[in-house]
């Protein structure tokens, strides 16, 4: 069982940044691949970013949406993910939700349905 609690988020204007953080549980966070989505109002939730556990050699993925502006990282000593977010834009507003999973296929670990282990979400908003 791993329970997840995220942290970070905010009001910021347009063009500002925002690092979201995911505190894991357990002792075997640096086996998990850790993703973020988010769900906007009226929106279903989508993938942002994910990056793989240390043994199936740490790679990260984005979403088109996000790509060359947020970046997922890990700390496993503090069994911790982050989403450092830069240049936001009002479309970035949304409920971020972090997780995580077992799997590793890029296929999977962008899809909601590929996580079994989800935070309780945290609000950023960005202002135009």
């Known amino acids: 069982q791993v329970q997840l609690v995220e942290s970070g988020g905010g009001l910021v204007q347009a063009g500002g940044s925002l690092r979201l953080s995911c505190a894991a549980s357990?002792?075997?966070?640096?086996?998990?691949?850790m993703g973020w989505f988010r769900q906007a109002p009226g929106k279903e939730r989508e993938f942002v970013a994910a990056i793989r556990w240390s043994g199936s050699g740490g790679n990260t993925y984005y979403a088109d949406s996000v790509k060359g502006r947020f970046t997922i990282s890990r700390d496993n000593a503090k069994n911790t993910v982050y989403l450092q977010m830069n240049s936001l834009k009002p479309e970035d507003t949304a409920v971020y939700y972090c997780?995580?999973?077992?799997?590793?296929?890029?296929?999977?670990?962008?899809?909601?349905?590929?996580?079994?282990?989800w935070g309780q979400g945290t609000q950023v908003t960005i202002s135009s």
């Open positions: 357990g002792r075997t966070f640096s086996s998990y691949t």
């Open positions: 997780a995580a999973t077992i799997r590793s296929i890029i296929a999977v670990i962008t899809t909601t349905r590929g996580y079994d282990y």
